[in-house]
Each structure stands twice: as C-alpha cells, then as structure tokens.
C-alpha cells in the first residue's frame, strides 16, 4: 500500500476520519490479496500552507516506457512535436485556479450518465484540505476534489484526486487514490497512481487550449493512460442556466480501448461530456456557475420533506396518507418545473417522482421507502443551486443515515456496508471541528463495525443517533 509522509498537519493515526482510514485498510487487504496497487513511498502529506516554488529552468520530463501500451494505441500517439506537456512548469500560487474549462479550486457538481444502460450518477466535491506533493524540484501544494459514483444510486466508485494550477495557467494531475465497489464492498484499488512515486505529473487541462495540441492527461501505461488531441475551441454548448461559450472539444485515446472517444469541457463547469450511447457522463449542475440567489425555493423544500414523510407512512404501511402525499409532491414537482430547472436534474427527478407514485399504487413498502429517498436526493441536488455545498453536504450525511435505517431493517447486507461506506466519504467534504469531528467519527467507526458484524437492529438505532447528531452540528467555514 501507499505510504505517506507523515506531514505537521496530519492527524495522529487514532483521530484520522473513517474514509482515510477505511481507504488506507482496504489498498493494505487488497495488495495483500493479489488486487491491482501500488506500493512504495509516497512524497504527498497534508498541509494547508506550503506554496510551490519554480524550477530555476525549464526541464523536460521524464517519459514513461510505452511497452504497456497495445500496438494499436501506440501507433496513434501524437509525436512529441504536437505535446504541449514536455516541460516542467513552475507552481507559484498553485491552488489558485482560474482556468475557465477546469475551474477545480471553486468547483462543486453533479454528473449523470448511464453505464451498459444503467443510471449513473456522480457528486464531485471540492475538499477542505490539501496536499503537498514533490515533483520536479518543487514542492506544490495540490487540492483535492472527491469524485464519489453511484450506480443504480448505491457507490460503485470513489476517487480522491489531487491538482494544481501552474503559472502558465495550465492545471495540472498529481495522482489519484482509487477504489470501486461491490455490493458495497471494496473489490479494486486498480488506477491508484501518485506522482513522484509511480510516474510523472500529467497536464489535465492547457492554459489557452488551441486545435491540434495535444496532451496526455494520465501518463502511466499499464496503469492509467489517456492522450487528448484538441478538435474544436470556442464551441458553445446548451446549459442549466442557458448557452455556455468557450467549450473545447477533445479526442481522447485510452490504452484500453480500440474506439477514440469525444469530450467536451465548458468554461465554469470542467468536463462537460463524454462517451455516448448507453456509456455517457454528462454534466448536470456545477456551482458556482450554475448558482441562483438564495433562498431555496419552497417547492424543493417541500419536495423533501414530504419524501421524509413517506419513508415513514409506507413503513407503517398507512397508504392513505402515503398516496395523498404523493399527489402534492407531484402537483408541486409540475408546478416547480414549468419554471424552468436544470434538464438533466430534471428528468432524474421525474424519474423518482415516477417510481415513487408506481411503488405506492402497489403498497411496496420497501420500494416506496427506497424511491422516497431518491426524490429526496434528487430535491438535494437541485438544491445545491441555492444553498452552500457544505449545506448540501450535511443533508446528504443526514439522507444517507436515514438510508442506513431502511437497508438495515431489510436485513440488506450489502445495502448497509455501503451505506456504512458512503457515509465516511461524505464525512470527508465536511470540515468540522475537533469535538464535533472526534464525535462523529467515532459514531462512524462504531457503525462500521457493527455493518461488519450483520448486527442490523443496533444499525439501526446507531444511525438514528447519527442523524440525531447531524441535526445540531455546524459546519466550521
């Protein structure tokens, strides 16, 4: 497993939070048992201070071996003559991103698409901390941004990806720690990669992008690869909030698939699209650039709490009062969407409304729960257009705690570790202080061992004492 330095910042092993511990044990039992990772020593160690400084001449960097690579990938590698990510920038105020197509220091959002045909969906999140990472003779203080997917609605995948802006406005990959999910267990940490320890840094997005350039954003063959040949700039693409100018278009080789594949990137959103068919990720909402002037309408709120108020009727099985409730939701949603929202944001919500109404008309109790929740997530992330991500952040911690609830009295095994499990992800988006964090982490890693034990009836009641707590906390700026 990944070693890393143990940095002035660092918390003491016993009071780091569950989602860096539980990342930390599953890449030790997966290495042990013969899964995909990395070992050696990582140079990456938290801080919040330390700013780069620049090499005192530009160096070339060093290119991995391409043996990895399959003879058709590396028959369309662009010559070196076209790369713009040869040399080694300087980092002066690297967590300072004003790169418009990959605006990571600010950037929030939500991405939907579909995997083999199934609903994906994808949070990414700016975290609280950073990290420092060595490279190239410099010493780079790097963000974090959480990419955290759910297929089917339940955690498929989890990335903590680390960059930074270069001087020449180019921003930069310094590595990513990796790990996909099964049934709400960790399977792989294939992908996991860290500069300085496996390869080089990877230019992830140019500071003025022109047609013809090209770049490789992951430079790791064997590991991760992906060269991006520049095809359009200045492109205006459709919204949430209405044209957006200045996207790029990009054509990206991956070494592990025969087709090139398309990806467009949108100035204040980053990645906008990519794949297509039944294997897509589009961008649904990114604030700040999608956001409106608080407060939050009315409609969303309603929206939620009567999703709040039908897990509760279709668990006592009151279908009356369930089937009146759905009625409002659905008069309110046609109301609240003749105004105008998101299209994609709006469509999921349809969708859950739609489920909803069909799991009540049947009096399935356990579905109408689950598709209550989803109009509740779905009301969230329409939201996070009105309210500050960290306040989102906190509604999901508390939605998934309510989700624990259900899974855990459907005895769903697997349901409940990944409940466990997102959970601590989440908790990593939310700065908190000492007792407050000691606090919840310590609920967390009671949770987590009584997932461990299939002890569902004390799950149970250990997340109603979370949501409990969740209610009064507040979140540190």
Same mark, same amino acid.
């Given at each position: ?113 579909? &995997?083999?045909? *199934?609903?994906?969906?994808? /949070?990414?999140? =700016?975290? +609280?901390? $950073?990290?420092?990472?060595?490279? #190239? ?111 790029? &278009?990009?054509? *990206?080789?991956?070494?592990? /698939?025969?087709? =090139?594949? +398309?990806? $467009?990137?949108?100035?204040?959103? #980053? ?122 952040? =906190? ?83």
């Amino acid at each position: 497993m990944p070693r890393r330095e143990e940095g002035p910042t660092r918390p003491p092993a016993a009071a780091r939070r569950p989602a860096a511990m539980l990342l930390s044990v599953v890449m030790a039992a997966l290495v042990t048992n013969g899964c995909t990772g990395h070992s050696g020593s990582s140079a990456a160690t938290s801080t919040a201070t330390s700013f780069g400084t620049g090499p005192s001449s530009p160096r070339t960097i060093s290119q991995p071996p391409l043996d990895k690579l399959s003879k058709l990938t590396r028959r369309r590698l662009a010559p070196d003559s076209r790369r713009v990510d040869l040399v080694v920038p300087s980092f002066t105020h690297s967590t300072q991103v004003t790169n418009p197509l990959f605006p990571i220091s600010t950037l929030n959002a939500v991405i939907v698409g579909e &995997v083999d045909g *199934e609903p994906l969906k994808i /949070e990414t999140t =700016l975290l +609280p901390e $950073t990290k420092t990472v060595a490279w #190239g003779g410099q010493r780079i203080e790097a963000l974090q941004s959480q990419f955290c997917a759910y297929l089917k609605g339940r955690i498929t995948e989890v990335a903590v990806d680390l960059y930074a802006q270069a001087d020449d406005g180019s921003v930069w990959y310094f590595g990513e720690d990796v790990v996909d999910y099964a049934k709400g267990v960790a399977a792989t940490t294939a992908g996991t990669w860290r500069v300085g320890l496996d390869g080089p840094a990877a230019m992830i997005m140019p500071g003025h992008p022109k047609v013809g350039d090209v770049y490789r954003t992951e430079n790791l063959p064997g590991v991760a690869f992906e060269q991006v040949t520049v095809k359009q700039v200045g492109v205006t693409v459709h919204g949430p909030s209405g044209p957006i100018p200045g996207a790029m &278009v990009g054509e *990206e080789l991956h070494q592990d /698939e025969a087709a =090139l594949e +398309p990806k $467009t990137f949108a100035p204040g959103h #980053g990645e906008w699209f990519s794949g297509g068919g039944h294997d897509f990720e589009a961008n649904a909402l990114a604030v700040p650039a999608d956001a409106l002037p608080a407060p939050t309408p009315a409609e969303l709120t309603t929206l939620a709490s009567g999703a709040g108020h039908l897990v509760d009727t279709a668990r006592s099985g009151d279908w009356t009062a369930a089937s009146a409730t759905v009625e409002r939701m659905i008069s309110t949603w046609t109301t609240f969407r003749a105004g105008g929202v998101p299209e994609r944001l709006g469509a999921q919500m349809s969708q859950a409304l739609h489920a909803l109404a069909t799991a009540v008309g049947a009096r399935n109790s356990q579905e109408a729960q689950q598709a209550a929740l989803e109009v509740a997530d779905a009301s969230l992330d329409l939201q996070l257009r009105y309210r500050p991500a960290v306040q989102i952040n =906190l509604s999901r911690f508390q939605l998934w705690a309510r989700q624990l609830m259900v899974d855990a009295a459907a005895n769903n095994a697997g349901a409940v570790h990944g409940d466990v499990t997102t959970l601590a992800w989440i908790r990593d988006r939310i700065a908190l202080d000492r007792a407050d964090g000691n606090g919840i982490d310590d609920q967390l890693r009671y949770l987590r061992s009584v997932a461990d034990a299939h002890e569902f009836k004390v799950a149970m009641v250990q997340a109603a004492r979370l949501r409990a707590t969740l209610a009064g906390l507040k979140p540190t700026p």
